[in-house]
């Protein structure tokens, strides 16, 4: 006990300020101890609060990847406007802006991207700079447990507001006599109590420290203060009480207005730029597959269309094409920064590729390796010089060998006799099927990092809307706590473990649809029943499970899983037939049809009267439900009369 005790209040360890740096006149080491970091760079032995009651000045810089967006995006604007475009001087009114906010479109808006933040903006709705200024402020533990925030939604729309003092009245009017910021406070002792901005900043850092010995200090100079300016003693109390109160809560405005300037002009660039500010983000972004993902999704909700990497549009990052998006090279797995500049250099220089093997003879063979041009054509980026992609993938080493002879340079730099490149011949491509739409995912997915020609669960977007309450990843985050839900999708990646006693395995599954993802536990006895079909990462699957809330986000705990194709197969399709409907002529079209789609899944007929309802099972018919039996079923019968009656899923 005697050796620990002696250890109290040590040092335990050292470690480096994020973005702290100390800045002197003078030569720091002249001055305080120095030592070399983990990453060789000079690092103070003092801490920054030792540092600062030496005289010293700490900075923090921060660096926020989301000003290079801003950059990027201003720049694709330009080269589209053809003229200048200044981020500075937008108007900071912009109706667009503040409904994009209010609606909580603000996937890639600078501080404002998690669900509650969204929450607390559709509450605020926000209509001024202001109230974005506010939310970044009060969107922090402090304000949210302490009821703050619902205090000032409710004044900003329209409820009472009441000021601890008339005089406080211009300091506290756009807070609605909350005291929101630390400025408010150090303006208030100031005003009210003679205090100049010096002394008001260190009452300021006080409060915020609750150092008892300066707290004492504090109030009797600001009530001494207030004696001088006509202030009654015991409203002078209630004052620096009040004050001392949401110093806890307060934030330093300068701080979050630059940061309310910067979630502003990312929304902006998104109102009104949306192709180029969505190019940007992604070109960013570009490593980061998950924020990616996301960002495809997000295109695909505002009706932006991600075109797949193209070897004679594409450039390294995203690019805007026409509305569209054009996915860039820098996003391919295996593709160097080298091979990339080696690409836009011969493109430059002589133009448009004309054919694979025009690219093989261009492209310096030291810069594109077989790694690489595997993944160029398993993402697609041929598709424009030959759209067989299992053709070009077959001639892989012809390919390669031919790139090799024709950028042959001998070691010693010298020329040959005979130049062996001219003469050797184009090499011919392996004749071969195309791969099917699985296994051109697969590679995509493989090398893009998610699908981008088209998705596993596209070609069943009409057959899934007729699945009786089947979510989607967007609806299921609005379920409540403890609720069942069903959902499809397929497997973007899943990790197995044993649990802590050894005894089981638990899995830790993300599921991706069209809309996003969403994350799910499975137990033990069904990943065991389950555990090839997950492994099938194209295969479309149903999952049944119990929502659960944590920390504002939804995860699944898995109870069954099913293939899409077994739920189909369980299942029955259901075509609702009203009497006016059902004619002769009706009656034998939909027999034609349901003889072209011959299937696993039974047929009933639901035949409707103004006075009754009967189900009708078709004898000995089974058809394939899908899109296209929906299509044609639909076309003829009017929409939506066709739907599915589970089995195992019912």
């Not at 972004?285 to 960002?295: Q, R, T, V, Y």
């Not at 299992?390 to 060998?401: E, K, R, T, V």
């Not at 609806?475 to 899943?494: F, H, L, P």
Request: proline fraction near 3%.
């Amino acid at each position: 006990m005697e050796l620990a005790k002696s250890l109290e209040n040590m040092v335990r360890h050292s470690s480096t300020h994020a973005a702290g740096v100390v800045i002197s006149n003078e030569p720091l080491a002249d001055y305080i101890p120095l030592y070399k970091g983990s990453k060789n760079e000079t690092v103070t032995q003092f801490d920054m609060s030792s540092i600062e009651k030496l005289g010293f000045v700490k900075f923090d810089f921060l660096g926020l990847k989301t000003l290079t967006i801003l950059d990027k995006a201003v720049k694709y604007i330009r080269e589209k406007q053809g003229k200048e475009f200044d981020l500075e001087r937008i108007a900071l009114d912009d109706p667009k802006v503040y409904s994009l906010l209010r609606e909580g479109a603000t996937m890639g808006i600078f501080q404002v991207e998690s669900p509650g933040m969204k929450d607390l903006l559709a509450k605020l709705r926000p209509t001024e700079f202001e109230d974005i200024t506010a939310a970044l402020a009060l969107y922090r533990p402090g304000p949210l447990d302490s009821g703050m925030v619902e205090e000032f939604i409710r004044r900003k729309n329209g409820g009472t507001v009441d000021f601890p003092h008339p005089a406080l009245r211009e300091i506290l009017r756009e807070t609605y006599g909350l005291f929101v910021y630390q400025e408010q406070i150090m303006q208030t002792a100031s005003e009210l109590a003679g205090f100049t901005m010096g002394e008001a900043d260190l009452l300021r850092r006080a409060m915020g420290k609750k150092k008892s010995n300066e707290m004492k200090a504090q109030r009797k100079r600001f009530l001494n203060g207030a004696q001088k300016k006509g202030i009654e003693r015991k409203l002078a109390t209630e004052l620096f009480d009040t004050m001392e109160n949401f110093a806890e809560y307060s934030f330093n405005k300068s701080h979050s207005a630059a940061y309310a300037m910067i979630t502003y002009q990312t929304a902006y660039l998104k109102a009104h730029y949306t192709g180029e500010f969505m190019a940007a983000f992604m070109s960013v972004e570009a490593h980061n597959f998950d924020k990616l993902i996301s960002c495809i999704t997000e295109c695909r909700k505002l009706g932006i269309q991600v075109l797949q990497p193209d070897i004679n549009q594409s450039s390294s990052g995203f690019t805007v094409c026409d509305a569209k998006i054009r996915f860039g090279f820098s996003g391919i797995k295996y593709v160097g920064d080298s091979l990339i500049e080696e690409i836009a250099k011969s493109r430059e220089k002589d133009g448009p590729f004309g054919s694979v093997t025009d690219f093989c003879a261009r492209v310096d063979s030291k810069k594109l390796n077989k790694k690489a041009f595997e993944s160029m054509i398993r993402g697609g980026v041929f598709d424009s010089l030959e759209p067989n992609r299992a053709c070009l993938f077959g001639s892989i080493d012809p390919l390669m060998n031919y790139n090799s002879i024709k950028n042959h340079t001998p070691a010693n730099g010298q020329g040959m006799l005979f130049d062996i490149s001219d003469s050797v011949d184009i090499p011919k491509l392996v004749e071969t099927e195309r791969w099917d739409d699985r296994t051109r995912l697969a590679n995509e997915l493989e090398v893009l990092g998610f699908f981008i020609s088209s998705h596993p669960l596209e070609k069943y977007s009409s057959e899934l809307g007729k699945y009786r309450s089947l979510h989607n990843s967007e609806s299921v985050k609005q379920v409540k706590d403890g609720t069942e839900v069903r959902i499809a999708g397929v497997v973007r990646s899943i990790e197995i473990k044993n649990t802590k006693k050894g005894t089981s395995l638990l899995g830790y599954m993300t599921l991706e649809d069209m809309n996003g993802f969403t994350e799910a536990i499975i137990f033990n006895d069904t990943l065991q029943r389950s555990r090839v079909l997950l492994e099938q990462k194209i295969e479309p699957i149903i999952v049944r499970a119990k929502a659960e809330v944590v920390d504002e986000k939804i995860r699944l705990l898995v109870s069954d899983i099913s293939s899409l194709e077994e739920v189909r197969t369980n299942a029955a399709v259901r075509i609702s037939i009203t009497s006016e409907a059902a004619s002769e002529e009706n009656l034998a079209g939909l027999r034609e049809i349901l003889k072209k789609f011959p299937g696993s899944s039974t047929v009933i007929i639901d035949l409707k009267t103004d006075r009754s309802e009967a189900l009708l099972k078709v004898g000995n018919c089974k058809v394939d439900f899908g899109d296209k039996l929906i299509e044609n079923v639909e076309r003829l019968l009017g929409e939506g009369v066709v739907t599915l009656r589970e089995g195992s899923f019912a």
